[in-house]
């Protein structure tokens, strides 16, 4: 058989690309008729978070390459100049379909259960009243008009922030006629305000702030006649520069830096679809943009700012069904975590089951006598994080406590720089890991004095240490006191907190340094188990797919006869089904209520099965450029656990999209067969609880 060259272009899927298709899957959730509808309403707001981010970071970095005349090529061939032509073909697809079906199908729903966008026009007489009432005494206030002339410039625009363009006749008291203003809407004031039922309406009628600012934009200007009022909103380069070869003091490095976040060069304008070509044309050359940068919507400008209507309706029937987290048996028998653990070890499968132990495991630390150090990593926390609290409580109870503080958190970095000020205030050691690595690995180590001995307690994750995430993200946890775990952990947080070279791990794989290695070489080995006739599977469970020489390999191992099948929730760059590369090979994307973020690998290997969980997705970033961690599951029950919690979304036909080797998605449908949901499953299984889709 002639070996064909995996490189060849038309072999991968360009990642931008996959990104843009995720979004479409998650906006096919606002489409579903099965889902809840305040929850189809909240997947819209998650599409357009989602394209948020992808225009501050991933455009805009293409923008930054085609800028240089960059000629770099990824794994499919496509420079960045022809990568951001598709994007903008494709974006200006999504937000079209978004913007139609938040209008023609999710408004009249929520109308038809009492829940409505009262528009200017339909406003009764107190409605009226009510709103110039608002805008007297709420809005006007804080509001500052921007007159447009040569000693007031176009003035910086706030990312993603709120804006009016204004087109004014008249002269002001000055005898200024320039005839254009802009008007910035307070961040501070919620974009959706609900009106009372003095006024005749509804128990959940609101108005939009853009609306009530249309509707009195005129009180800004008095003596002058407004003749016209456009909502834009300008989206901008996100992405943190930190020079980390010359930076002396990360903290203060990045600290300095979070100001321009605001501020930086921008890469898409959103307009009302009211608005004239002669203004969006000011507007784009203002910003130094073109017309595939532009965005005409139908619509609030930001629809990120709806996410909150859901918690504001209490109207549970149009929600999911609340649940309460199961708690493992080993939990409801004993209050002593360390008991537990020395048992056995312990499973975790969040959201289905709690986020509890992992914070009892902490706070029994903070307070035990015979425990001496804590090592934790923080890579996103949230604002009120009882973990923060219970490291505070150790460090001020004595213990030695270390915590390496991830600064580079995309997003999260004001929130990890008050939380590093605070652990230090508390006496905590922090750190903030590797110049150059981002430090993404998910562990506590617990050192504990027994007999006179030290023992290793670990937790180690696949997600954050963050408790609202923990329910919503789908994320396993182990804690062990296995001792060649327990040590392996110990020199990863030395390699960390210290220098020189770490020590060989006995168990765990770790990025930049073992990890990418050790999976190339379990998937070469499948290949020889399939070859020479031995069970060969593999079943592999992430976030996004895009290393060459990982792709590379799963083609050769399909080649060999090895059946794969892949459970990727975002991006994907291998091309699934192309015949003599990848027949053997499947892709998943399983999108419902909880996000998936679990990392799982299971390798058949002849008959002897290993399983691993991770903190890393097979990406270049991850495998090459941080620290992760990749750790076994060798308990035999427990890896039987989780083979049958993949085969479960293997088997979902109900929110579950297959990847075809055009690089479009299709999603999986019932017919005869019985409809199965992987996360309904987990919840009856894990949670005892039967809740509908």
């Known amino acids: 058989m002639d070996t064909p060259d995996l490189r060849r272009p038309e072999f991968y ?79 200006h697809e999504l937000v079209d379909e978004q913007y139609r079906v938040l209008n023609e199908v999710l408004f009249p729903l929520l109308a038809a259960e009492e829940i409505r966008f009262v528009k200017r026009g339909d406003w009764n007489r107190e409605q009226a009243a009510w709103v110039r009432d608002f805008f007297q005494h709420e809005l006007l206030p804080v509001l500052s008009p921007l007159g447009l002339d040569p000693a007031h410039p176009f003035p910086k625009i706030l990312n993603k922030s709120l804006n009016f363009i204004v087109k004014l006749k008249g002269k002001d008291a000055f005898g200024r006629s320039s005839g254009m203003a802009v008007v910035q809407a307070p961040r501070a004031l919620p974009r959706l ?77 959103e307009a009302a679809d009211n608005c004239p070509p002669e203004m969006t044309d000011f507007l784009l050359d203002q910003f130094g943009l073109g017309h595939d940068d532009l965005f005409i919507v139908n619509g609030p400008v930001n629809l990120n700012r709806l996410m909150n209507l859901p918690d504001m309706v209490d109207r549970p029937d149009l929600k999911f069904p609340s649940y309460v987290p199961g708690m493992p048996e080993p939990f409801t028998l004993s209050k002593d975590v360390f008991k537990i653990i020395r048992s056995g070890d312990v499973l975790l499968h969040h959201p289905f089951e ?17 425990v001496l150090a804590i090592k934790q990593t923080l890579y996103r926390t949230g604002p009120e994080s009882a973990v923060v609290d219970a490291l505070v409580d150790a460090a001020r109870a004595g213990k030695e406590v270390t915590v390496v503080v991830e600064l580079r958190a995309r997003f999260d970095e004001a929130a990890n720089i008050a939380l590093a000020n605070r652990l230090q205030e508390a006496g905590a050691h922090v750190v903030y890991g590797v110049v150059g690595y981002k430090t993404h690995a998910k562990m506590i180590l617990v050192v504990r004095r027994e007999e006179g001995k030290l023992r290793h307690y670990v937790h180690l994750g696949t997600g954050n240490y963050h408790s609202r995430t923990a329910r919503l993200y789908t994320d396993y946890g182990l804690l062990t006191c296995d001792a060649d775990l327990g040590e392996d952990v110990h020199q990863v947080f030395l390699q960390l907190t210290s220098l020189g070279r770490g020590s060989r791990l006995k168990k765990l ?62 991006i994907c760059g291998l091309r699934p089904g192309v015949p003599g590369i990848s027949d053997n090979i499947r892709v998943r994307s399983i999108v419902g209520r909880f996000l998936e973020h679990t990392r799982v690998n299971y390798f058949a290997n002849g008959g002897d099965a290993e399983v691993y969980c991770s903190s890393a997705d097979w990406m270049v970033r991850n495998l090459l450029n941080r620290v992760e961690t990749a750790f076994p599951i060798e308990n035999k029950q427990l890896q039987q656990r989780i083979i049958r919690e993949l085969n479960y979304y293997l088997q979902d036909n109900m929110q579950a999209w297959e990847l075809q080797s055009d690089g479009a998605y299709v999603r999986a449908a019932p017919g005869r067969a019985k409809p199965r949901s992987a996360q309904l499953i987990l919840l009856a299984e894990l949670a005892g609880v039967e809740v509908g889709p």
Do not use: W
């Open 13 to 91: 899927i360009n990642r931008e690309l996959s990104l843009l298709e995720f979004n479409r899957r998650v906006l096919a959730q606002a489409k579903d008729e099965n889902m809840p509808l305040l929850e189809r309403l909240r997947f819209i707001c998650i599409t357009s978070s989602n394209m948020d981010e992808f225009f501050e970071i991933r455009v805009a970095g293409l923008k930054q390459k085609a800028a240089s005349e960059s000629v770099q090529y990824g794994p499919d061939n496509l420079n960045p100049t022809e990568v951001l032509k598709r994007i903008s073909h494709a974006s």
């Open 193 to 269: 305000i609900q009106l009372p039922a003095e006024c005749g309406s509804g128990p959940k009628d609101y108005v939009f702030l853009s609306s009530i600012i249309h509707a009195h934009v005129d009180d800004l200007f008095p003596g002058m006649q407004v003749k016209g009022c456009y909502q834009f909103r300008v989206t901008r380069n996100s992405d943190l520069f930190v020079d980390e070869e010359e930076v002396e003091d990360l903290l203060r490095a990045v600290e300095g830096e979070l100001p321009s976040r605001r501020y930086g060069e921008a890469v898409r304008l």
């Open 354 to 370: 709690s986020f509890v132990p992992v914070i009892d495991f902490l706070r029994q630390a903070a307070t035990d006598l015979n």
């Open 509 to 570: 794989l770790q990025a930049p340094f073992t990890l990418h290695k050790g999976l190339i070489e379990r998937i070469e080995r499948e290949a020889e188990h399939a070859r020479e006739g031995r069970p060969a599977h593999i079943i592999a469970k992430m976030n996004g797919l895009v290393e060459p020489k990982v792709i590379r390999a799963l083609y050769t191992a399909s080649r060999a006869g090895v059946e794969i099948d892949l459970l990727v929730r975002g």
